[in-house]
């Protein structure tokens, strides 16, 4: 009792006077443990997070190990079929281009088979009629008694031809002759017939009465009349039948000598309004394009002392300018155009027409085309390349023509660099690409390229030699201060491009092994008359 006493009497000392010792209460014990697991459960969700992730990563790099394994076959295969696209594209294009260029000739080649078989049917008809004819030589009996008593011809000698042979290839030409001129005929009758239709009736019964008549000056004026009325079918259809009636007539020179209006006029008045009246139709640029066609064929059947009447052409340059100054493409108009120019500039008369133009120069016109592509300019086609080749053709008859090589090489246009200038930096850019090029796939166009710009460099080398073989003449006869004096002064004529004659030199002579570049040497060795050997042996060294 006494220990249980004192233990209430401690007991009730700290009643009464002490504190209790503090505890803590039963919440916050349990507080702290309720977040330290809502941590750890956070932890656990954000671990299994990332090994999902993790797992995704590592399933996506074995994917892409996978495809790297199989990528250098389908990259092989990629490329295999970019080549072979590239090749199939090359030889779709250079076929399409072989067919818009060789058109007029299957149009020949069919009539000319068409005349064969015809000319076969009719060889045919005639062997059973020669049958009866070889008895005809029976009254030779009365002179020679031995055939009263001979045996009658057998069927293969009364077969057997009694004409000359010479006389019978002769029948056979005019025969063919014959079915060709029918032939030509035939496409002039269908052509009318197709321009018949949209043409009005009153001047188309007028060109049929003439044509009828076969009188070349009134069906002349006839069809300049008839050319101007209608729509743009119309005169595109008007333009297949100058064409077709430039084949056929064999008097072209009446029709472009008619006292009213010529063919040819015609022919540029309807050019005219084709490509200078702003409409853009797609019958308006086939008129254009048949036009220009048709007028290239005017122009190469006419005879040395009829190309004056093509003068109208010349004489109101407009659309002619016109055609050579648009972009170049696969539809444009320059290749006719620069061939039209190319056989009227065999002309003196409208040659001296065409140069001393003071606007709207052709020529002019034409030198543009000769400008080296820079590089931030568009790709360099083949009908870029085709027009500069037609361009220095064009060229070369015009100095074959001009009383001076000077009126050709230097005239100058807007920009700053004459024809003679720009003939040295086409032929250094052709050699130039020439040696880097390369075709190890054995594409068509790059083929094609190719041989354009061995032309164009052939071309261009041909003018400048003749330049320098004029402008330095027997150079071994000559005095050493006036030869320095004439090689100064066609130097000067270069201006900036005189720095690219060794190169062009060495360019040549380095591949004079290869038979591409026999044409070249000789053109090569002449321009080593404007060449300083000093200077070359300073720019070799300088390699």
Known sequence: MHGHGGSLQNHGSFSAGGAWPPQSPQVGVAAPQDNELANKAAEVTVLRSRLQHFEKENTRLQNELACAKEAPDKKRAERQERQELERVSGELQYARQDLLSSEEERKRMRLTLETMQKEMIALRKEQPERGPIAPAAAPAAPTAPAVATAAPPTPAEARRPKEPPVERRLKHETSFADESVQAKRSLLLEALARWEVLAPEGPWLQLRAALAANAAASAANAFAALAQCGGWAARSAAAQAARAWALETERLGELCLAERQTLPAALCGLLQKAVLEPEEDEHCENCASETMAALCEVAAKLRPAERPALRPALAAPGALCALLCEEVGPDSLHLPCLSFL?????????????????????????AELLVVPSRDSEVDSLERQQCRVAALRLFVQ????????????????????????????????????????????????????????????????????????????????????????LRLRALALLGRTRILLPSIIDLVASRASEPEYHALLGSASLLRLLDDPEDSKGSVAAR
């Open 342 to 366: 190319q056989t009227c500039m065999a002309c003196p008369e409208l040659f001296a027409l065409a140069h001393q133009a003071p606007e709207e120069n052709l020529l002019l016109a034409a």
């Open 398 to 485: 015009c100095l074959a023509t001009a009383p001076s090589p000077d009126a050709i090489l230097q005239l100058r246009g807007d920009g700053c660099d004459t024809v003679l200038q720009r003939l040295v930096l086409l032929g250094h850019h052709e050699l130039m690409c020439l040696t880097l090029a390369s075709n190890p796939w054995h594409s068509f166009q790059l083929e094609a390229s190719c041989t354009l710009r061995r032309q164009a460099a052939e071309t261009s080398l041909l003018l400048l030699s003749s330049f320098a073989w004029r402008s330095v003449p027997e150079a071994p006869s000559l005095p050493p201060a006036e030869y320095q004096q």
